[in-house]
Protein backbone atom coordinates (compact mmCIF):
# COMPACT_ATOMS: atom_id res chain seq x y z
CA UNK A 1 0.00 0.00 0.00
CA UNK A 2 1.30 3.85 -0.80
CA UNK A 3 -0.38 7.05 0.06
CA UNK A 4 -1.96 9.53 -2.75
CA UNK A 5 -2.22 13.32 -2.40
CA UNK A 6 -5.83 14.90 -4.15
CA UNK A 7 -7.18 17.44 -4.81
CA UNK A 8 -7.34 19.33 -1.09
CA UNK A 9 -3.92 19.81 -1.58
CA UNK A 10 -2.71 23.10 -0.18
CA UNK A 11 1.13 23.13 -1.15
CA UNK A 12 1.86 23.96 2.76
CA UNK A 13 4.47 21.42 3.00
CA UNK A 14 3.48 20.18 6.78
CA UNK A 15 3.98 16.98 5.08
CA UNK A 16 7.69 16.99 3.75
CA UNK A 17 8.83 17.95 7.53
CA UNK A 18 7.43 14.82 8.63
CA UNK A 19 8.43 12.33 5.90
CA UNK A 20 10.84 9.60 6.76
CA UNK A 21 11.89 8.68 3.75
CA UNK A 22 11.66 12.06 1.77
CA UNK A 23 9.28 10.42 -1.23
CA UNK A 24 6.74 13.90 -1.34
CA UNK A 25 7.50 16.47 -3.88
CA UNK A 26 9.04 19.27 -4.56
CA UNK A 27 10.10 19.82 -1.01
CA UNK A 28 10.50 23.87 -0.35
CA UNK A 29 14.18 23.34 -0.96
CA UNK A 30 13.59 22.55 -4.60
CA UNK A 31 13.45 25.44 -7.11
CA UNK A 32 10.50 24.29 -8.67
CA UNK A 33 8.31 23.97 -5.27
CA UNK A 34 7.23 27.80 -5.78
CA UNK A 35 5.53 27.03 -9.10
CA UNK A 36 4.32 23.60 -8.29
CA UNK A 37 0.76 22.83 -9.26
CA UNK A 38 0.92 20.19 -6.10
CA UNK A 39 2.79 17.79 -4.07
CA UNK A 40 3.34 14.25 -5.01
CA UNK A 41 3.94 10.71 -3.43
CA UNK A 42 6.64 8.83 -5.17
CA UNK A 43 4.39 5.38 -4.61
CA UNK A 44 7.85 3.39 -4.91
CA UNK A 45 9.39 5.18 -2.25
CA UNK A 46 6.35 5.53 0.56
CA UNK A 47 6.93 3.04 3.32
CA UNK A 48 3.18 3.21 4.50
CA UNK A 49 4.13 5.11 7.79
CA UNK A 50 0.96 7.53 7.95
CA UNK A 51 3.03 10.69 8.80
CA UNK A 52 1.94 12.53 6.27
CA UNK A 53 -1.96 11.92 6.76
CA UNK A 54 -1.78 12.77 10.24
CA UNK A 55 -0.08 15.86 9.00
CA UNK A 56 -2.17 17.70 6.51
CA UNK A 57 -4.05 19.73 7.18
CA UNK A 58 -6.90 19.69 4.30
CA UNK A 59 -7.02 16.06 4.85
CA UNK A 60 -5.73 15.55 0.97
CA UNK A 61 -4.08 12.78 1.74
CA UNK A 62 -5.31 8.36 1.45
CA UNK A 63 -4.04 5.07 1.53
CA UNK A 64 -3.96 3.91 -2.26
CA UNK A 65 -6.73 0.98 -1.51
CA UNK A 66 -9.34 4.00 0.17
CA UNK A 67 -9.70 6.04 -2.50
CA UNK A 68 -13.40 7.09 -3.80
CA UNK A 69 -13.50 6.28 -7.43
CA UNK A 70 -13.14 10.22 -8.18
CA UNK A 71 -10.11 9.93 -6.53
CA UNK A 72 -8.32 7.05 -8.48
CA UNK A 73 -6.84 9.26 -11.36
CA UNK A 74 -4.19 11.02 -8.77
CA UNK A 75 -2.92 7.55 -8.61
CA UNK A 76 -1.34 8.34 -11.85
CA UNK A 77 -1.02 11.97 -11.54
CA UNK A 78 1.39 11.31 -8.15
CA UNK A 79 3.61 8.18 -10.16
CA UNK A 80 3.70 10.28 -13.38
CA UNK A 81 5.59 13.31 -11.64
CA UNK A 82 8.06 10.59 -11.16
CA UNK A 83 9.11 9.95 -14.33
CA UNK A 84 10.76 12.93 -14.49
CA UNK A 85 12.07 14.15 -10.60
CA UNK A 86 14.22 12.61 -8.48
CA UNK A 87 13.27 11.61 -5.01
CA UNK A 88 16.92 12.06 -4.08
CA UNK A 89 16.44 15.73 -4.08
CA UNK A 90 15.57 18.67 -1.93
CA UNK A 91 15.91 16.70 1.44
CA UNK A 92 13.99 19.16 3.97
CA UNK A 93 16.19 20.95 6.72
CA UNK A 94 15.21 21.16 10.05
CA UNK A 95 15.87 25.11 11.10
CA UNK A 96 15.75 25.85 14.82
CA UNK A 97 13.93 29.29 15.72
CA UNK A 98 16.84 31.53 16.72
CA UNK A 99 16.94 33.19 20.01
CA UNK A 100 15.68 36.67 20.55
CA UNK A 101 16.45 39.28 23.05
CA UNK A 102 13.98 39.46 26.41
CA UNK A 103 12.33 43.29 25.49
CA UNK A 104 8.82 42.68 24.19
CA UNK A 105 8.91 43.06 20.44
CA UNK A 106 5.21 44.40 19.09
CA UNK A 107 3.40 43.92 15.25
CA UNK A 108 1.09 45.08 13.31
CA UNK A 109 -0.01 42.50 10.67
CA UNK A 110 -2.32 44.18 8.21
CA UNK A 111 -4.90 41.77 7.08
CA UNK A 112 -5.77 38.06 7.64
CA UNK A 113 -5.76 36.03 4.67
CA UNK A 114 -3.25 33.15 4.50
CA UNK A 115 0.24 34.91 4.11
CA UNK A 116 -0.53 37.11 7.13
CA UNK A 117 -1.39 33.74 9.50
CA UNK A 118 1.78 32.45 8.53
CA UNK A 119 3.83 35.14 8.85
CA UNK A 120 2.30 35.27 12.10
CA UNK A 121 2.56 31.99 13.63
CA UNK A 122 6.14 31.86 12.30
CA UNK A 123 6.20 35.32 14.56
CA UNK A 124 4.30 34.14 17.47
CA UNK A 125 6.57 31.26 18.00
CA UNK A 126 8.72 33.79 20.31
CA UNK A 127 7.27 34.14 23.30
CA UNK A 128 8.71 38.37 23.05
CA UNK A 129 6.85 38.99 19.98
CA UNK A 130 3.03 40.38 20.36
CA UNK A 131 1.08 40.33 17.01
CA UNK A 132 -2.22 42.50 16.43
CA UNK A 133 -3.46 41.63 13.55
CA UNK A 134 -6.00 44.49 11.60
CA UNK A 135 -8.57 43.46 9.01
CA UNK A 136 -11.09 45.61 7.53
CA UNK A 137 -13.72 43.23 7.62
CA UNK A 138 -15.14 41.43 10.77
CA UNK A 139 -14.08 38.39 9.62
CA UNK A 140 -10.67 36.82 8.93
CA UNK A 141 -9.34 34.66 6.46
CA UNK A 142 -9.06 36.49 3.57
CA UNK A 143 -9.62 34.21 0.26
CA UNK A 144 -9.82 31.40 1.69
CA UNK A 145 -13.21 32.50 3.44
CA UNK A 146 -14.00 34.62 0.21
CA UNK A 147 -11.98 33.33 -2.91
CA UNK A 148 -11.96 29.24 -2.39
CA UNK A 149 -15.12 27.54 -4.06
CA UNK A 150 -17.68 26.78 -2.03
CA UNK A 151 -17.53 23.38 -3.21
CA UNK A 152 -13.35 22.97 -2.11
CA UNK A 153 -14.41 22.26 1.28
CA UNK A 154 -12.05 20.44 2.65
CA UNK A 155 -9.14 23.30 1.21
CA UNK A 156 -10.94 25.66 3.40
CA UNK A 157 -9.94 23.13 6.22
CA UNK A 158 -6.70 24.97 6.50
CA UNK A 159 -8.44 27.45 8.49
CA UNK A 160 -7.60 24.74 11.20
CA UNK A 161 -4.19 25.91 11.29
CA UNK A 162 -4.99 29.90 11.08
CA UNK A 163 -7.58 29.47 14.70
CA UNK A 164 -5.02 27.54 17.03
CA UNK A 165 -2.20 30.80 15.68
CA UNK A 166 -5.26 32.89 16.85
CA UNK A 167 -5.57 30.99 19.98
CA UNK A 168 -2.14 32.05 21.47
CA UNK A 169 -1.89 34.23 24.00
CA UNK A 170 0.61 36.63 22.11
CA UNK A 171 -1.83 37.25 19.45
CA UNK A 172 -4.86 39.95 19.20
CA UNK A 173 -7.46 40.55 16.68
CA UNK A 174 -8.81 44.34 15.30
CA UNK A 175 -11.11 42.88 12.95
CA UNK A 176 -13.43 45.27 11.33
CA UNK A 177 -10.75 47.92 11.28
CA UNK A 178 -9.61 49.47 8.56
CA UNK A 179 -6.34 50.66 8.23
CA UNK A 180 -6.25 53.84 6.28
CA UNK A 181 -9.60 54.86 7.57
CA UNK A 182 -9.88 54.28 11.00
CA UNK A 183 -6.74 54.33 11.85
CA UNK A 184 -3.66 55.79 10.04
CA UNK A 185 -0.21 54.08 8.60
CA UNK A 186 1.39 56.68 11.02
CA UNK A 187 -0.23 55.81 13.79
CA UNK A 188 0.36 52.02 13.43
CA UNK A 189 4.14 53.26 12.94
CA UNK A 190 4.42 55.26 15.88
CA UNK A 191 2.90 52.34 18.05
CA UNK A 192 4.41 48.97 17.31
CA UNK A 193 8.28 48.11 16.49
CA UNK A 194 7.16 46.74 12.99
CA UNK A 195 4.26 47.03 10.82
CA UNK A 196 3.39 43.86 8.09
CA UNK A 197 1.00 44.29 5.43
CA UNK A 198 -0.60 41.08 3.68
CA UNK A 199 -3.65 43.01 2.52
CA UNK A 200 -3.44 40.81 -0.68
CA UNK A 201 -4.52 42.00 -4.35
CA UNK A 202 -8.55 42.76 -4.81
CA UNK A 203 -8.27 44.65 -8.08
CA UNK A 204 -8.75 42.96 -11.38
CA UNK A 205 -6.97 43.18 -14.79
CA UNK A 206 -8.34 44.09 -17.32
CA UNK A 207 -8.54 43.19 -20.81
CA UNK A 208 -8.37 46.24 -23.05
CA UNK A 209 -10.94 45.32 -25.71
CA UNK A 210 -13.78 47.29 -27.11
CA UNK A 211 -17.33 46.50 -25.06
CA UNK A 212 -15.30 45.44 -21.33
CA UNK A 213 -17.91 47.95 -19.70
CA UNK A 214 -20.60 46.29 -21.33
CA UNK A 215 -23.59 45.32 -18.29
CA UNK A 216 -22.89 41.65 -18.54
CA UNK A 217 -19.33 41.59 -18.80
CA UNK A 218 -17.77 41.07 -15.16
CA UNK A 219 -14.74 40.59 -13.34
CA UNK A 220 -14.37 37.23 -12.10
CA UNK A 221 -13.00 38.82 -8.98
CA UNK A 222 -16.18 40.35 -8.52
CA UNK A 223 -18.39 37.35 -9.35
CA UNK A 224 -16.11 35.21 -6.78
CA UNK A 225 -16.88 37.33 -4.04
CA UNK A 226 -20.28 37.26 -4.83
CA UNK A 227 -21.09 33.77 -4.51
CA UNK A 228 -18.97 33.76 -1.55
CA UNK A 229 -20.85 36.20 0.67
CA UNK A 230 -17.93 38.53 0.97
CA UNK A 231 -20.01 42.06 2.16
CA UNK A 232 -18.52 44.21 -0.66
CA UNK A 233 -20.73 42.54 -3.30
CA UNK A 234 -23.93 40.95 -1.40
CA UNK A 235 -25.86 43.55 -3.48
CA UNK A 236 -24.10 42.65 -6.97
CA UNK A 237 -26.68 41.45 -9.33
CA UNK A 238 -25.79 38.69 -12.49
CA UNK A 239 -28.16 38.80 -15.21
CA UNK A 240 -28.13 34.27 -15.84
CA UNK A 241 -31.06 34.20 -18.11
CA UNK A 242 -29.14 33.45 -21.44
CA UNK A 243 -28.32 29.50 -21.96
CA UNK A 244 -24.59 30.24 -22.64
CA UNK A 245 -21.50 31.98 -20.86
CA UNK A 246 -18.10 32.70 -21.82
CA UNK A 247 -15.47 32.54 -18.99
CA UNK A 248 -12.24 33.93 -20.41
CA UNK A 249 -9.03 32.92 -18.66
CA UNK A 250 -7.32 29.40 -18.12
CA UNK A 251 -6.29 29.63 -14.31
CA UNK A 252 -8.14 27.62 -11.44
CA UNK A 253 -10.33 30.30 -10.70
CA UNK A 254 -11.87 30.35 -14.12
CA UNK A 255 -12.45 26.69 -13.45
CA UNK A 256 -14.13 27.44 -10.04
CA UNK A 257 -16.31 30.17 -11.86
CA UNK A 258 -17.40 27.74 -14.67
CA UNK A 259 -18.18 24.89 -12.22
CA UNK A 260 -19.85 26.84 -10.27
CA UNK A 261 -22.59 27.92 -12.97
CA UNK A 262 -23.26 24.54 -14.15
CA UNK A 263 -22.95 22.12 -10.89
CA UNK A 264 -26.75 21.36 -10.09
CA UNK A 265 -27.87 24.04 -7.24
CA UNK A 266 -29.21 21.34 -5.14
CA UNK A 267 -25.63 20.04 -4.49
CA UNK A 268 -24.03 23.71 -3.65
CA UNK A 269 -26.59 23.83 -1.09
CA UNK A 270 -24.30 21.85 0.97
CA UNK A 271 -22.37 23.65 0.52
CA UNK A 272 -21.42 27.39 2.30
CA UNK A 273 -22.26 29.61 -1.21
CA UNK A 274 -23.97 32.45 -0.02
CA UNK A 275 -27.30 32.52 -0.31
CA UNK A 276 -28.19 35.10 -2.63
CA UNK A 277 -26.18 33.41 -4.96
CA UNK A 278 -27.86 30.02 -4.73
CA UNK A 279 -31.10 31.40 -5.19
CA UNK A 280 -29.83 33.22 -8.52
CA UNK A 281 -28.12 29.31 -9.73
CA UNK A 282 -31.38 27.97 -8.91
CA UNK A 283 -32.70 30.45 -11.53
CA UNK A 284 -30.04 30.63 -13.85
CA UNK A 285 -30.78 29.17 -17.01
CA UNK A 286 -26.70 28.99 -18.31
CA UNK A 287 -26.24 25.26 -19.63
CA UNK A 288 -23.01 25.81 -21.55
CA UNK A 289 -19.85 27.52 -20.23
CA UNK A 290 -17.17 28.43 -23.24
CA UNK A 291 -13.80 28.71 -21.42
CA UNK A 292 -11.28 30.41 -23.66
CA UNK A 293 -7.49 30.22 -23.87
CA UNK A 294 -5.37 32.50 -26.06
CA UNK A 295 -2.34 30.02 -25.47
CA UNK A 296 -1.93 25.91 -25.85
CA UNK A 297 -3.43 23.33 -23.53
CA UNK A 298 0.06 23.19 -22.57
CA UNK A 299 0.01 26.30 -21.15
CA UNK A 300 -3.21 25.79 -19.27
CA UNK A 301 -2.24 27.57 -15.85
CA UNK A 302 -5.20 25.61 -13.85
CA UNK A 303 -3.99 22.58 -11.98
CA UNK A 304 -4.24 19.51 -13.54
CA UNK A 305 -6.30 18.60 -10.23
CA UNK A 306 -8.64 21.07 -11.13
CA UNK A 307 -8.72 20.35 -14.84
CA UNK A 308 -9.50 16.46 -13.47
CA UNK A 309 -12.19 17.81 -11.53
CA UNK A 310 -14.36 19.16 -14.01
CA UNK A 311 -14.60 16.14 -15.47
CA UNK A 312 -16.30 14.56 -12.20
CA UNK A 313 -19.33 17.33 -12.52
CA UNK A 314 -22.71 15.31 -12.54
CA UNK A 315 -24.56 15.50 -15.55
CA UNK A 316 -22.16 17.82 -17.35
CA UNK A 317 -20.07 16.86 -20.34
CA UNK A 318 -16.44 18.43 -20.98
CA UNK A 319 -16.12 19.26 -24.71
CA UNK A 320 -13.10 19.65 -26.24
CA UNK A 321 -12.30 19.95 -30.08
CA UNK A 322 -9.18 17.56 -31.10
CA UNK A 323 -8.77 20.74 -33.60
CA UNK A 324 -8.10 22.84 -30.29
CA UNK A 325 -5.44 20.33 -29.32
CA UNK A 326 -2.59 21.59 -31.34
CA UNK A 327 1.03 21.77 -30.01
CA UNK A 328 4.07 23.91 -30.60
CA UNK A 329 6.75 22.16 -33.13
CA UNK A 330 9.23 22.26 -29.89
CA UNK A 331 6.65 20.70 -27.64
CA UNK A 332 4.66 18.36 -30.20
CA UNK A 333 8.52 16.82 -30.80
CA UNK A 334 8.93 16.48 -26.73
CA UNK A 335 5.53 14.87 -26.34
CA UNK A 336 6.43 12.29 -29.44
CA UNK A 337 9.68 11.27 -27.77
CA UNK A 338 8.23 11.15 -23.84
CA UNK A 339 10.49 13.65 -23.02
CA UNK A 340 7.74 16.37 -21.92
CA UNK A 341 7.31 17.98 -18.40
CA UNK A 342 5.40 15.13 -16.43
CA UNK A 343 3.31 17.83 -15.34
CA UNK A 344 2.72 19.49 -18.99
CA UNK A 345 2.31 15.56 -20.17
CA UNK A 346 -0.25 14.61 -17.89
CA UNK A 347 -2.65 18.07 -18.48
CA UNK A 348 -1.95 17.08 -22.41
CA UNK A 349 -3.33 13.29 -21.78
CA UNK A 350 -6.20 14.48 -20.03
CA UNK A 351 -7.50 17.13 -22.48
CA UNK A 352 -6.99 14.05 -25.02
CA UNK A 353 -9.08 12.00 -23.32
CA UNK A 354 -11.85 14.80 -22.81
CA UNK A 355 -11.58 14.69 -26.23
CA UNK A 356 -12.16 11.25 -27.51
CA UNK A 357 -14.86 10.23 -25.08
CA UNK A 358 -17.19 12.89 -26.64
CA UNK A 359 -20.43 14.33 -25.42
CA UNK A 360 -22.28 11.86 -23.64
CA UNK A 361 -25.58 13.78 -23.91
CA UNK A 362 -26.11 15.60 -21.06
CA UNK A 363 -28.01 18.94 -20.38
CA UNK A 364 -25.15 21.18 -19.11
CA UNK A 365 -21.35 21.32 -20.90
CA UNK A 366 -18.08 22.79 -20.37
CA UNK A 367 -16.41 23.68 -23.42
CA UNK A 368 -12.59 24.31 -23.77
CA UNK A 369 -11.58 26.57 -26.66
CA UNK A 370 -7.44 26.74 -27.28
CA UNK A 371 -5.67 28.90 -29.28
CA UNK A 372 -8.35 31.47 -28.84
CA UNK A 373 -8.24 35.08 -28.12
CA UNK A 374 -11.03 37.59 -27.24
CA UNK A 375 -10.68 40.68 -29.61
CA UNK A 376 -14.21 42.46 -28.45
CA UNK A 377 -17.22 42.00 -26.47
CA UNK A 378 -20.51 42.64 -28.31
CA UNK A 379 -23.52 44.41 -27.44
CA UNK A 380 -25.37 46.89 -27.32
CA UNK A 381 -27.45 47.75 -24.12
CA UNK A 382 -25.43 44.70 -22.76
CA UNK A 383 -23.42 41.89 -23.89
CA UNK A 384 -24.64 40.00 -26.52
CA UNK A 385 -21.57 37.48 -27.30
CA UNK A 386 -17.37 37.90 -27.96
CA UNK A 387 -14.97 38.49 -30.88
CA UNK A 388 -12.51 35.75 -30.93
CA UNK A 389 -9.56 35.22 -32.96
CA UNK A 390 -7.85 32.14 -33.74
CA UNK A 391 -3.83 31.87 -32.94
CA UNK A 392 -1.34 30.23 -34.53
CA UNK A 393 2.14 29.31 -33.62
CA UNK A 394 4.52 31.02 -35.34
CA UNK A 395 6.94 28.43 -37.13
CA UNK A 396 9.96 30.60 -35.85
CA UNK A 397 9.38 31.58 -32.23
CA UNK A 398 7.28 28.58 -30.92
CA UNK A 399 4.71 31.58 -29.85
CA UNK A 400 1.33 32.41 -30.83
CA UNK A 401 0.37 34.88 -33.28
CA UNK A 402 -3.15 35.72 -34.64
CA UNK A 403 -4.25 33.58 -37.58
CA UNK A 404 -6.34 36.85 -38.94
CA UNK A 405 -9.40 33.95 -38.75
CA UNK A 406 -12.43 35.31 -37.07
CA UNK A 407 -15.39 33.98 -35.39
CA UNK A 408 -18.37 35.54 -32.82
CA UNK A 409 -19.46 33.25 -30.09
CA UNK A 410 -23.17 34.63 -28.82
CA UNK A 411 -23.01 34.48 -25.09
CA UNK A 412 -25.56 36.31 -22.36
CA UNK A 413 -22.46 36.52 -19.45
CA UNK A 414 -18.90 36.96 -20.23
CA UNK A 415 -17.02 36.76 -16.57
CA UNK A 416 -13.25 37.74 -17.39
CA UNK A 417 -10.73 36.03 -15.35
CA UNK A 418 -7.29 37.26 -16.11
CA UNK A 419 -6.28 37.49 -12.37
CA UNK A 420 -5.98 39.62 -9.80
CA UNK A 421 -3.88 43.04 -9.10
CA UNK A 422 -2.38 44.44 -5.81
CA UNK A 423 -3.55 48.35 -5.08
CA UNK A 424 -1.46 51.01 -3.65
CA UNK A 425 -1.08 51.20 0.10
CA UNK A 426 -1.13 54.71 1.98
CA UNK A 427 2.51 55.02 3.50
CA UNK A 428 4.02 52.42 1.38
CA UNK A 429 6.12 53.04 -2.16
CA UNK A 430 4.25 50.99 -5.43
CA UNK A 431 5.19 49.38 -8.48
CA UNK A 432 2.16 50.53 -10.87
CA UNK A 433 3.87 48.36 -13.77
CA UNK A 434 4.05 44.95 -11.17
CA UNK A 435 1.12 45.77 -8.77
CA UNK A 436 3.40 45.15 -5.63
CA UNK A 437 5.13 47.08 -2.95
CA UNK A 438 8.76 46.95 -3.74
CA UNK A 439 10.88 44.91 -1.66
CA UNK A 440 13.46 42.32 -0.65
CA UNK A 441 12.60 39.30 1.00
CA UNK A 442 9.95 40.91 2.72
CA UNK A 443 11.56 43.89 3.84
CA UNK A 444 10.17 47.19 1.90
CA UNK A 445 12.44 48.86 -0.16
CA UNK A 446 12.88 53.24 0.02
CA UNK A 447 12.99 54.88 -3.59
CA UNK A 448 16.56 54.66 -2.71
CA UNK A 449 16.64 50.88 -2.42
CA UNK A 450 17.60 50.67 0.59
CA UNK A 451 15.09 48.56 3.42
CA UNK A 452 13.29 50.77 5.32
CA UNK A 453 13.10 50.03 8.84
CA UNK A 454 10.04 48.59 10.55
CA UNK A 455 8.02 47.89 7.27
CA UNK A 456 7.27 44.35 5.95
CA UNK A 457 5.27 42.76 2.95
CA UNK A 458 4.07 39.54 2.33
CA UNK A 459 1.43 37.49 0.17
CA UNK A 460 0.41 39.23 -3.41
CA UNK A 461 1.18 42.28 -2.55
CA UNK A 462 4.78 41.27 -1.94
CA UNK A 463 4.91 38.91 -4.67
CA UNK A 464 2.17 39.87 -7.54
CA UNK A 465 -1.05 37.56 -7.64
CA UNK A 466 -0.11 34.12 -7.94
CA UNK A 467 0.33 30.95 -5.90
CA UNK A 468 -2.14 29.17 -3.72
CA UNK A 469 -2.06 28.80 0.18
CA UNK A 470 1.58 26.44 0.31
CA UNK A 471 2.78 29.89 -1.38
CA UNK A 472 1.69 32.19 0.93
CA UNK A 473 2.67 29.70 3.74
CA UNK A 474 7.23 29.96 2.83
CA UNK A 475 6.25 33.45 1.40
CA UNK A 476 5.14 34.79 5.27
CA UNK A 477 7.34 32.85 6.66
CA UNK A 478 9.94 34.44 5.13
CA UNK A 479 8.98 37.76 5.74
CA UNK A 480 8.63 36.69 9.63
CA UNK A 481 12.00 35.49 8.89
CA UNK A 482 13.81 38.82 7.92
CA UNK A 483 11.71 40.51 10.51
CA UNK A 484 13.39 38.67 13.32
CA UNK A 485 16.67 38.86 11.64
CA UNK A 486 16.25 42.83 11.83
CA UNK A 487 14.91 42.41 16.07
CA UNK A 488 18.73 40.23 16.57
CA UNK A 489 20.07 43.11 14.19
CA UNK A 490 18.57 45.95 16.68
CA UNK A 491 17.60 47.80 13.28
CA UNK A 492 13.85 48.27 14.19
CA UNK A 493 12.44 51.70 15.77
CA UNK A 494 11.01 52.03 18.33
CA UNK A 495 7.77 53.03 18.90
CA UNK A 496 7.29 56.49 20.35
CA UNK A 497 3.88 55.45 21.65
CA UNK A 498 2.33 51.97 23.28
CA UNK A 499 0.26 49.76 20.86
CA UNK A 500 -1.96 49.59 24.30
CA UNK A 501 -3.47 52.85 23.23
CA UNK A 502 -5.01 51.62 20.23
CA UNK A 503 -8.26 50.20 21.59
CA UNK A 504 -8.93 53.61 23.42
CA UNK A 505 -7.85 55.58 20.15
CA UNK A 506 -10.41 53.59 18.27
CA UNK A 507 -13.32 53.69 20.78
CA UNK A 508 -12.83 57.32 20.94
CA UNK A 509 -13.50 57.31 16.94
CA UNK A 510 -16.53 55.27 17.01
CA UNK A 511 -14.73 52.12 15.83
CA UNK A 512 -16.67 48.68 16.87
CA UNK A 513 -13.95 46.60 17.11
CA UNK A 514 -14.27 42.65 16.40
CA UNK A 515 -12.14 40.94 18.44
CA UNK A 516 -11.22 36.67 18.79
CA UNK A 517 -14.63 36.21 20.92
CA UNK A 518 -16.57 38.29 18.36
CA UNK A 519 -15.13 36.50 15.71
CA UNK A 520 -15.26 33.25 17.91
CA UNK A 521 -19.78 34.28 17.92
CA UNK A 522 -19.68 34.93 14.12
CA UNK A 523 -18.61 31.50 13.62
CA UNK A 524 -20.97 30.28 15.96
CA UNK A 525 -23.80 32.00 14.77
CA UNK A 526 -22.96 30.98 10.63
CA UNK A 527 -22.35 27.24 11.43
CA UNK A 528 -25.46 26.90 13.61
CA UNK A 529 -27.73 28.64 11.17
CA UNK A 530 -25.74 25.96 8.16
CA UNK A 531 -26.69 22.83 10.24
CA UNK A 532 -30.47 24.20 10.09
CA UNK A 533 -30.12 23.78 6.28
CA UNK A 534 -27.90 21.26 5.93
CA UNK A 535 -24.71 22.65 4.84
CA UNK A 536 -21.39 23.46 6.52
CA UNK A 537 -22.13 27.26 7.55
CA UNK A 538 -24.36 30.17 6.05
CA UNK A 539 -22.35 33.36 5.68
CA UNK A 540 -24.07 36.54 6.77
CA UNK A 541 -22.89 38.90 4.45
CA UNK A 542 -23.65 42.23 5.32
CA UNK A 543 -21.12 43.79 7.82
CA UNK A 544 -24.00 44.91 10.20
CA UNK A 545 -25.07 41.41 9.96
CA UNK A 546 -21.72 40.31 11.07
CA UNK A 547 -21.39 43.34 14.02
CA UNK A 548 -24.89 42.30 15.69
CA UNK A 549 -23.61 38.66 15.40
CA UNK A 550 -20.26 39.66 16.89
CA UNK A 551 -21.79 42.02 19.74
CA UNK A 552 -23.45 39.08 20.81
CA UNK A 553 -19.98 38.39 22.26
CA UNK A 554 -20.08 41.49 24.43
CA UNK A 555 -23.79 42.63 24.96
CA UNK A 556 -22.64 45.66 26.92
CA UNK A 557 -21.12 47.03 23.54
CA UNK A 558 -24.36 47.37 21.71
Request: hydrophobic letters at 40%; glycine letters at 8%.
Amino acid sequence: MTFVITRPCCNDASCVSVCPVNCIHPTPEEPEFATAEMLYIDPETCIDCGACVDACPVDAIFPDDELAEQDEPYLRLNADYYRDHDVEAGVPQLVRAPKLPDDEVHVAVVGAGPAAFYAAEELIRHPSVRVDVFDRLPTPYGLVRAGVAPDHAKTKRVERTFASAARKKNFRYYLGVEVGRDISHDELVDRYHAVLYASGASADKRLGIDGESLPGSVAATDFVAWYNGHPDHADDVYDLSADRAVVIGNGNVALDVAQILLTDPDELAATDVAAHALEALRASSIREVVVLGRRSIADGAYTNSEFLSMGLIDGVDVVIDEADLRLSPRLAKQVADDSVDSTIGSKIRLAREYAENGEGGNRRRVVFRYLTAPTAILGEERVSGVRVVRNVFDSASDRVVPSGESVEIDAGLVIRSIGYRGIAVEGLPFDDDTGVVPNEAGRVLGDDGAPVPGHYVAGWLKRGASGGIGTNRFCGQETAGALVDDVIAGVLPTPGSSREEVPELLAARGVHVVDADGWAAIDRAEREAGRAIGSPRRKIVTIAGLREAAVSAHPSDS
